[in-house]
C-alpha cells in the first residue's frame, strides 16, 4: 500500500486510472471501515482511502481535538486488508492552504433537519470536505456506511445536483455482537456506559415494531422512546420516523400503505454522543 501526504503523490499515483473507488474516513479504524474497503473492492480497481480529520465539520463545543488520531495503527490495518492500493492522508494545510471561502451549502430540506438542526454547519462541513476529496482523488465509486445515514443522503444529493461522475455505494451499518453500532467515539464509553449503549439499537427496534403492528402513531412512538432514553440516563437530540427516499415525517396513509421508512436517532450517554437508524 502506497502512502500519501499531499495531492500531487496522489495524482501522480491514480494518474491514467479510471476505475477508482474510493473511501473516505476520519482514522481511528475499526471493522465497520475495513468492510467499506472490502466493498469497494469489489466495485471499482484500484481503492483508495483516506484519512482526515476535517475541522469544518466539527462545531465550536464539539470533539475536534479530542477525536482519536491513530494513523500508525490505520496504517497497519488497511496493510493487513490488502484491499488499498493508496492511502491519502494530508495535513490541513494541504487540503486547507488557504481560508476556504467557497463552501457547499446543502438545502434546508435535508440539510438543517435532524442532525443539520443539532450540528449546525456539520453538512456543509462534511459536503465541503467531500467534494473537495473527489476533486482529489476522480473516483468512479465512493463507498459510504449506513450508520450516519443522513450524511450518505446528503452525498448522493449533492453528486445528483453537481452532476458528479460519481456513484455512491452504501454499506449497512456493522453491530458488534450486541447491537452497539461501530463507531471510533465508542472507545469514549465507560464500562457502564458501554453496557447501556447497545439499548439504543433496542429502542430502535421497538419504535419499528410499534409502527408496524400500528399500535401507536409514530409522533407518540417517538415521544414514548425519548421519554426512555431519558428515564434510562441519556441525553436525546431526537428519535425521528422519517421516509427512507427525502427524510420527511410520513403521513398515516404512507405508513399503512407500506412506504419504506427509516427511524433515526441521536443521544449523548455521558459525553459521548451516539446515533443509530434502523431501515423498516
Given at each position: 500500500?502506497?502512502?500519501?501526504?499531499?495531492?500531487?503523490?496522489?495524482?501522480?499515483?491514480?494518474?491514467?486510472?479510471?476505475?477508482?473507488?474510493?473511501?473516505?474516513?476520519?482514522?481511528?479504524?475499526?471493522?465497520?471501515h475495513?468492510?467499506?474497503?472490502?466493498?469497494?473492492?469489489?466495485?471499482?480497481?484500484?481503492?483508495?482511502?483516506?484519512?482526515?480529520?476535517?475541522?469544518?465539520?466539527?462545531?465550536?463545543?464539539?470533539?475536534?481535538?479530542?477525536?482519536?488520531?491513530t494513523?500508525?495503527?490505520?496504517?497497519?490495518?488497511?496493510?493487513?486488508?490488502?484491499?488499498v492500493?493508496?492511502?491519502?492522508?494530508?495535513?490541513?494545510?494541504?487540503?486547507?492552504?488557504?481560508?476556504?471561502?467557497?463552501?457547499?451549502?446543502p438545502?434546508?430540506?435535508?440539510?438543517?433537519?435532524l442532525?443539520?438542526?443539532f450540528?449546525?454547519?456539520f453538512?456543509?462541513?462534511?459536503?465541503?470536505?467531500?467534494?473537495?476529496?473527489?476533486?482529489?482523488?476522480?473516483?468512479?465509486?465512493?463507498?459510504?456506511?449506513?450508520?450516519?445515514?443522513?450524511?450518505?443522503?446528503?452525498?448522493?444529493?449533492?453528486?445528483?445536483?453537481?452532476?458528479?461522475?460519481?456513484?455512491?455505494?452504501a454499506?449497512?451499518t456493522?453491530?458488534?455482537?450486541?447491537?452497539?453500532?461501530?463507531?471510533?467515539?465508542?472507545?469514549f464509553?465507560?464500562?457502564?456506559?458501554?453496557?447501556?449503549?447497545?439499548?439504543?439499537?433496542?429502542?430502535?427496534?421497538?419504535?419499528?415494531?410499534?409502527?408496524?403492528s400500528?399500535?401507536?402513531?409514530?409522533?407518540?412512538?417517538e415521544?414514548q422512546?425519548m421519554q426512555?432514553?431519558?428515564?434510562?440516563?441519556?441525553d436525546?437530540?431526537?428519535?425521528?420516523?422519517?421516509?427512507?427516499?427525502?427524510?420527511?415525517?410520513?403521513?398515516?396513509?404512507?405508513?399503512?400503505?407500506?412506504?419504506?421508512l427509516?427511524?433515526?436517532?441521536?443521544a449523548?450517554?455521558?459525553?459521548?454522543?451516539?446515533i443509530?437508524?434502523?431501515?423498516?
Open positions: 500500500m502506497k502512502v500519501v501526504h499531499t495531492i500531487e503523490a496522489l495524482r501522480d499515483q491514480l494518474r491514467g486510472q479510471l476505475r477508482v473507488a474510493f473511501v473516505p474516513t476520519m482514522g481511528n479504524l475499526h471493522a465497520a475495513l468492510s467499506l474497503m472490502r466493498l469497494a473492492r469489489q466495485h471499482g480497481d484500484p481503492v483508495v482511502a483516506s484519512i482526515f480529520v476535517n475541522r469544518l465539520q466539527f462545531g465550536p463545543n464539539e470533539d475536534f481535538d479530542r477525536y482519536p488520531r494513523l500508525a495503527e490505520d496504517i497497519e490495518k488497511l496493510e493487513a486488508e490488502r484491499d492500493y493508496v492511502l491519502f492522508a494530508p495535513d490541513e494545510r494541504e487540503l486547507y492552504p488557504e481560508p476556504q471561502n467557497f463552501r457547499i451549502q438545502g434546508e430540506a435535508l440539510g438543517k433537519i442532525e443539520g438542526e450540528r449546525p454547519g453538512f456543509m462541513g462534511v459536503s465541503t470536505v467531500v467534494l473537495k476529496l473527489f476533486s482529489c482523488v476522480q473516483p468512479r465509486v465512493a463507498v459510504f456506511g449506513k450508520k450516519d445515514y443522513q450524511q450518505l443522503m446528503v452525498v448522493r444529493a449533492m453528486c445528483r445536483q453537481f452532476q458528479l461522475p460519481v456513484e455512491i455505494l454499506h449497512e456493522v453491530r458488534d455482537a450486541d447491537g452497539l453500532a461501530l463507531s471510533s467515539r465508542n472507545r464509553l465507560s464500562a457502564q456506559e458501554r453496557a447501556e449503549a447497545p439499548n439504543l439499537y433496542g429502542l430502535l427496534q421497538r419504535v419499528r415494531d410499534q409502527i408496524r400500528g399500535r401507536v402513531d409514530a409522533a407518540t412512538a415521544g422512546a426512555t432514553l431519558r428515564e434510562r440516563g441519556w436525546p437530540d431526537y428519535v425521528a420516523v422519517r421516509r427512507q427516499r427525502d427524510l420527511l415525517p410520513p403521513t398515516a396513509q404512507e405508513i399503512h400503505g407500506g412506504e419504506p427509516v427511524v433515526l436517532t441521536a449523548r450517554l455521558g459525553t459521548t454522543r451516539l443509530d437508524n434502523l431501515e423498516f
